[in-house]
């Protein structure tokens, strides 16, 4: 979180405050491009290993499976507001043109990933409003440094390419609550030694560029457990390795001595194609050397796999106690850490939400419509779990006539919250 003191903007954005900003940002850059690279299997196990020796590097998936999960478990299921249909109707039209609840999944996967989420909420040429999700190394949002950490500005930067691809400069566009100010330079650490070179209104009546916090922090839900993920990548390796060289391990012979045939071969080669290997006596023999395997390899590796869903509160959706025939409440016991984790998440993905909200209703009332109290908005998180509806069919059975019809029908998760048949998970 960059913070600032109000009084810095007293006189407008200077730009040695923008400057000082994208460099406390940029020294983070290198935490994040470490967590994207072992989000695509890039980074390689630290294993040092003579020449001519088997050298594979293994790499597990858990980091996607990790983020996969936990950002599934959250905004999977398309996130539902509600309050005055009157009212939220322009609102939920505009919200379905933006496509937000697509993007709701990338800003989880982002927050999951590293720690927070950006999204810029901009005007098309149809002058409708949109939304998109910012890679977050590019993009930050600068925030008052008292007890209100308001949003000041924000900052998205990105390298300008010729037709060749080749970079030959650097934009930035600043976003404070009423105007973006366009910026370029030659390069990232002089971009804003000049004034901006266009200034345009926006009117979204606060700064479009939001932050989806995963948590207090901004951590990832895998930097707890990365060590432990690289040690199991260095584990298997070594393991893969030890094995292939076992099949070129050496031949030690005692009490003999090896000698070309009358074809003119050599030992090595009597012994690759006819398989034997002929001794004088009883006295004379023959072995491998070959390093024993590790006892308790298989426990260790084990041992670590554990602690990485232990640790990431995600679990093995694979093990065998999540059985197809497990009733409800002891699945919700099995998948209580990630309950657990998904309420922090959920509060902080709330707050942005409330705040995509505050700009598109601002932008729609200036369009003439009626404005929206966010206050009034009821955000509800639906869970990504699998449904047995014949529990729920006999739940609601039982409480016919008990509970109000609309209530009954909303439980039942073929139909959405107005009892009307969801169509959601078709495809």
């Not at 299921?77 to 919200?95: F, Q, T």
Request: aromatic share 8%; charged share 25%.
């Amino acid at each position: 979180m960059i913070t600032r003191d109000r009084a810095c903007l007293q006189n407008g954005l200077s730009g040695r405050l923008l400057q000082g900003c994208l460099n406390e940002h940029l020294r983070s850059t290198e935490r994040l491009s470490r967590l994207r690279d072992a989000y695509f299997l890039r980074s390689r196990p630290s294993t040092a290993r003579a020449e001519g020796l088997p050298d594979h590097h293994l790499s597990h998936a858990y980091v996607r499976y990790i983020v996969t999960i936990a950002s599934s478990y959250l905004a999977g299921a398309a996130i539902s507001y509600h309050g005055e249909d009157g009212v939220l109707s322009p609102l939920r039209a505009a919200y379905r043109q933006a496509n937000v609840a697509g993007i709701d999944v990338e800003l989880a996967r982002q927050a999951s990933l590293y720690g927070k989420g950006v999204e810029i909420i901009y005007t098309d040429a149809c002058a409708q409003p949109r939304s998109a999700a910012l890679d977050p190394r590019s993009a930050f949002v600068v925030y008052a440094d008292d007890v209100s950490a308001d949003p000041l500005f924000g900052v998205h930067f990105h390298p300008i390419t010729d037709e060749s691809g080749t970079p030959r400069g650097y934009e930035a566009q600043v976003y404070t609550p009423s105007e973006r100010l366009t910026y370029r330079a030659a390069s990232a650490s002089s971009l804003f030694r000049l004034p901006p070179i266009d200034a345009a209104p926006h009117y979204f009546g606060r700064v479009p560029l939001i932050e989806y916090w995963n948590n207090e922090e901004e951590s990832s839900d895998v930097e707890s457990v990365l060590s432990l993920i690289e040690a199991y990548d260095a584990l298997q390796s070594a393991r893969v390795n030890d094995q292939e060289q076992l099949a070129d391990a050496l031949l030690i012979v005692y009490g003999a001595r090896l000698e070309a045939d009358e074809k003119g071969r050599t030992p090595a080669q009597q012994l690759r194609q006819d398989k034997l290997l002929y001794l004088p006596d009883r006295d004379a023999g023959a072995q491998y050397l070959v390093k024993q395997s590790g006892v308790g390899a298989e426990e260790l590796r084990t041992a670590i796999e554990k602690d990485i869903h232990k640790f990431s509160m995600i679990p093995d959706l694979s093990d065998q106690q999540f059985a197809g025939n497990t009733s409800g409440v002891a699945m919700k016991y099995k998948l209580l850490g990630l309950e657990q984790l998904t309420c922090l998440k959920e509060r902080w993905f709330r707050e942005a939400l409330k705040e995509r909200l505050r700009c598109y209703a601002h932008f729609l009332a200036v369009k003439g419509g009626r404005m929206i109290d966010e206050s009034a908005v009821r955000i509800t998180f639906t869970r990504a779990l699998p449904e047995s509806s014949l529990e729920t069919a006999q739940m609601v059975k039982t409480l016919e006539g008990m509970v109000p019809d609309q209530v009954l029908l909303s439980q039942l998760p073929f139909l959405d919250g107005e009892g009307e048949q969801n169509t959601n998970n078709r495809r």
